[in-house]
């Protein structure tokens, strides 16, 4: 039997080492687990974390019917990327360690939208313990999004980061300058996929990480204006490479093949 735990509703949401989803396959699976870091706010919290998310055309719905064990929680947006999330993600591996067969030793790490944020800084700080990124609708610019109040975010980022607003964040949530420079000295697999119509995740700021990854962004469309939940729709892509909105997210448990031992 499968294990699966999922939270539906939008109370009591999950803290270190606790747990939003969990998909644990009864069969082995010869490679490292996947955790999902969730955007910023409650409707970003239930794409990774609804019951009806299970359908094959999601990214939950995915690894779960591939038999690939994967964990998400208070782990992406909520926290800014800030040190406690940093915990958090922590939390997930020994979560996942703790079933037998399953070898957390690396993750990989999907990280939508301000979950980016915090998939690049622990990536960067923890190179040994990440084999693979694949981030869509990626925060890539956390002091434009900041400085402009974007999406009314500044006073949590500010209050998530410790400083008072005009003040620039510290160094260390700085993609671009701080972190892209290390995941590409240490070749961490990254890939980017974004909305052209979005206007809280900036294309030219995406386009930006991607140059400073050495990598291609990849569009998946141009209507979506950041909206975790419709974008799911776009992991139907991986399943079905006739979509008519073509093979832009490609196939992910492909992806994660490449980057397992």
Known sequence: MKTRVDATTKTG????????????????????????????????????????????????????????PSISGWMGGDTMGNDLGMTCVESARTVLDAFPGVDASRVHLVGVSMGNELAMRYASLNPTKVASIMSVMPLSDINAVYQANRAGFRATIAAAWGVTYPAALPAQSDLVNTHAPVLVANGTPVRLLYSSADTTVLPAEVTTLAAALGIAAEVVDAVNNHDELTMQSAMNIAENPTHPGGPFWGHYVHYLDQHNP
Not at 50 to 59: E, G, N, P, Q, V
Not at 62 to 67: E, M, S
């Open 13 to 68: 949401r999950i803290r270190v080492g606790e747990v939003d989803y969990l998909n644990m396959p009864a069969e082995p699976y010869d490679g490292y687990p996947v955790v999902l870091l969730h955007g910023a706010g409650s409707t970003a919290r239930d794409a990774f974390a609804s019951a009806s998310f299970y359908a094959h055309a999601t990214l939950p719905g995915i690894l779960y019917h591939h038999n690939i």
